[in-house]
C-alpha cells in the first residue's frame, strides 16, 4: 500500500510542476535576479525549518583518520568531535592547509570563506564543550556547497557574467539547514556557467579538473557539479552539496570516487537555488559513502513554504538506519530487506567492473537480480528529441538577459537561444511523452523489481525519480561507478543496497594521490568553444 500511494502522490506532483512549472519558473529566480542588477534585488526572506532529528550512529572511526582528520567522512568526523577527540577548529584548519596546497591545481573552490570558517568553528566548540549541551548533528564540520545556492554574505555567481556581482541577503533553504544543523560553510565550489557544463570560466576555460587526474584538463570530471565534488575527492571538505538537470550529481560522483544521491523531486527545496530547469532540478549530497549522503540529505530534507514542490510529500525514511549495514554476529552483510534489482539490457556492455558489481551483489543475502525490458520506445522517450525541452525552461527566466545582451551568457549561449526556438506546441508534447515514459517505468521495470540499475542518469532527471551513483572499482587506473534508480519517494532502498555494498568493498575508502607540488607543472587549460558547450550541456 505504501508503494501505491507514493505512486499516486508523485504523479499529482509531477503532473502539477509540468502543467504549473513556467509560472513557477518565473517567479523562482524573482529571488535571485527579479531586474536588471541581480546583486540589487531582495531575496525571499523566509525562515527554514528546524532540519529533522539526525542520530549519527557511533561508528568507529578508521586508523588512517587518526593521522590525518581530512581522511574522516563525514560520520566519523562527526564522531571524532562529539567525543572530544578533534575540534572543529583543527579539522577546519586542516582542510584550509589542503586548499592552501592544492586548490590552485584542482581550482574546485569559487570562493573560499576561510576566516568566517574559523570563526564558525571556534563558535561549534564552545557549544560543543557547554554543559547539559548536545553537539549539533554535524558538529561543526565543514562543508563545500555548489556556487548556485544562495549563501547570506557570501558571493553566489553560478559561475556568470550575469550573477557576477550577486551577494545573497539570505541562504538558500538547503544550506539553511546544514548551518543550522552544525555545518560550517567552507567556500563554494565552482561549477559549470548557469550549471550547464562542466566547471570553465564563463568565457569556457576549464577550471576544476578530476580530482584523480590533476595535471590533465582533458579528462572530464563528470558535469556541473565538479568543483563540489572535486572538493570532497580532493579531501578539502567533509562533504558536499551539488545540483542535478542532466546527471551533475551522480555523474560527478561516479567519475571521481565518491557517492551522489539525487532524491526524488520535492524532497529538497529548490527556494535560493538559482535555476536550470524547473521541472527537472534537483539538490542533494555528494559524499564519500552511503552514510555520510543520509545524513547530508536527512538534514537537507523537508517542507518548505516557498516551494510548493515539498508539500504533501509522504514522510522522509530513516535513512542513517538504511545506510548503516545489517550485520551478522558472524560478520555476514546481508540487505535490511529483500531487494530485487532490476538489470536493463546492455547493462555490462564494455564496462567490465559491471559484471563484477553484479557478482558482489547476487552474493549479498536478501539481492534477488531481475532482468528488466524498457518499454519499446524507450530510446525515443529518452533520446535528445524529448529531452531537448528542457532549454524552454531554462530560457523562461533569463528572458530578460537574452534580449539586452547575448554575452552575458558566455559560452553557454547557444542553448539558451535554442530554447527560445522550442515552439508551446512542442513544450507541451514533451511534457506528455514524459509521462508517458514516467508511466511505463513505474508499470513497467518497477513493477518487477525494488531498483533499478542504470546506464544513464538521464531518464531518471527527466521523471524526478531518485537515484545514487556509488563507486564500483577503477579501470585503467580511473574511477568506475555504478547509478541505482529508485521508485518515488524511495532513497532509503538505494541506500540499503549501497551500504550493504560499500560494507562489503572498499573502493569508496580509495583516494587519489595528491598533486606534486614541486617542481610545478604547468598545465595548459583547454577553452572549450560555443558548440562543444552546448552539445555537452545538462
Not at 575540534?87 to 584548519?93: E, F, H, I, N, R
Not at 559484471?355 to 552474493?363: I, K, S, V
Not at 508534447?429 to 533499478?452: E, I, M, N, S, Y
Not at 577503477?474 to 555504478?482: K, L, N, V, Y
Request: hydrophobic fraction near 40%; charge should be positive; proline fraction near 9%.
Amino acid at each position: 500500500m505504501g508503494r501505491d500511494l507514493n505512486r499516486r502522490t508523485f504523479l499529482a506532483a509531477s503532473a502539477a510542476a509540468g502543467a504549473g512549472g513556467a509560472l513557477a519558473a518565473s517567479a523562482a529566480p524573482a529571488a535571485a535576479a527579479p531586474a536588471r542588477t541581480p546583486a540589487a534585488a531582495p531575496a525571499r526572506k523566509s525562515e527554514a525549518p528546524a532540519p529533522p532529528a539526525v542520530d549519527v550512529p557511533d561508528l568507529p572511526v578508521r586508523e588512517a583518520v587518526r593521522h590525518d582528520p581530512t581522511e574522516a567522512t563525514l560520520a566519523e568526523a562527526v564522531v571524532l568531535i562529539r567525543t572530544g577527540r578533534l575540534t572543529s577548529a583543527d579539522l577546519v584548519q586542516a582542510y584550509l592547509d589542503r586548499i592552501e596546497k592544492y586548490d590552485k591545481t584542482y581550482q574546485a573552490y569559487a570562493e573560499v570563506t576561510g576566516k568566517h570558517a574559523l570563526l564558525a568553528a571556534y563558535a561549534a566548540d564552545r557549544a560543543n564543550r557547554g554543559e547539559g549541551r548536545k553537539a549539533a548533528p554535524l558538529a561543526g564540520v565543514p562543508l563545500c556547497v555548489k556556487d548556485n545556492y544562495f549563501t547570506k554574505g557570501v558571493p553566489t555567481r553560478a559561475n556568470s557574467f550575469i550573477f557576477k556581482d550577486f551577494v545573497p541577503v539570505t541562504d538558500a533553504t538547503a544550506v539553511a539547514r546544514l548551518k543550522a544543523a552544525g555545518g560550517i560553510l567552507l567556500g563554494k565550489g565552482q561549477m559549470g556557467p548557469l550549471a550547464t557544463t562542466r566547471a570553465t570560466t564563463p568565457n569556457g576555460l576549464i577550471t576544476t579538473v578530476n580530482a584523480w587526474t590533476p595535471d590533465n584538463p582533458l579528462i572530464d570530471p563528470g558535469g556541473s557539479s565538479t568543483g563540489p565534488a572535486c572538493a570532497v575527492a580532493g579531501r578539502m571538505a567533509s562533504s558536499s552539496i551539488g545540483t542535478q538537470t542532466g546527471g551533475s550529481i551522480v555523474n560527478p560522483a561516479n567519475r571521481q570516487n565518491l557517492t551522489g544521491l539525487k532524491p526524488t523531486m520535492g524532497r529538497v527545496s529548490l527556494n535560493g537555488v538559482i535555476p536550470l530547469s524547473y521541472t527537472r532540478d534537483h539538490c542533494g549530497p555528494i559524499a564519500r559513502d552511503a552514510m555520510d549522503a543520509a545524513i547530508m540529505l536527512t538534514v537537507m530534507a523537508g517542507p518548505d513554504a516557498e516551494d510548493p514542490r515539498t508539500q504533501g510529500l509522504p514522510r522522509l525514511p530513516d535513512l542513517v538506519r538504511a545506510a548503516t549495514p545489517v550485520v551478522s554476529p558472524k560478520g555476514k552483510v546481508r540487505l535490511r530487506r529483500p531487494t530485487r534489482i532490476g538489470v536493463p539490457p546492455g547493462f555490462t556492455d564494455g564496462i567490465a567492473r559491471r559484471q563484477a558489481l553484479l557478482d558482489t551483489l547476487a552474493d549479498l543475502p536478501g539481492v534477488t537480480l531481475m532482468e528488466v525490458r524498457y518499454p519499446s520506445d524507450w530510446s525515443l522517450l529518452t533520446g535528445d528529441a524529448f529531452n531537448a525541452a528542457r532549454l524552454s525552461e531554462r530560457t523562461e527566466p533569463f528572458r530578460h538577459w537574452l534580449r539586452e545582451d547575448l554575452t552575458k551568457f558566455g559560452v553557454s549561449v547557444l542553448g539558451w537561444l535554442q530554447g527560445l526556438m522550442i515552439s508551446g506546441d512542442e513544450w507541451i508534447t514533451a511534457q506528455r511523452a514524459k509521462h508517458h515514459l514516467l508511466r511505463a517505468v513505474l508499470d513497467g521495470p518497477f513493477d518487477h523489481c525494488d531498483v533499478l540499475l542504470q546506464t544513464s542518469p538521464v531518464p531518471f532527471d527527466i521523471l524526478g525519480l531518485p537515484e545514487i551513483g556509488f563507486p564500483i572499482g577503477f579501470t585503467a587506473g580511473m574511477p568506475t561507478g555504478a547509478i541505482l534508480g529508485g521508485a518515488p519517494y524511495e532513497e532509503d532502498r538505494l541506500l540499503e543496497v549501497v551500504a550493504a555494498y560499500q560494507a562489503v568493498t572498499d573502493w569508496h575508502r580509495r583516494r587519489p594521490v595528491d598533486p606534486a607540488l614541486e617542481p610545478v607543472k604547468r598545465v595548459v587549460r583547454p577553452l572549450l568553444n560555443a558548440v562543444e558547450a552546448a552539445a555537452a550541456s545538462a
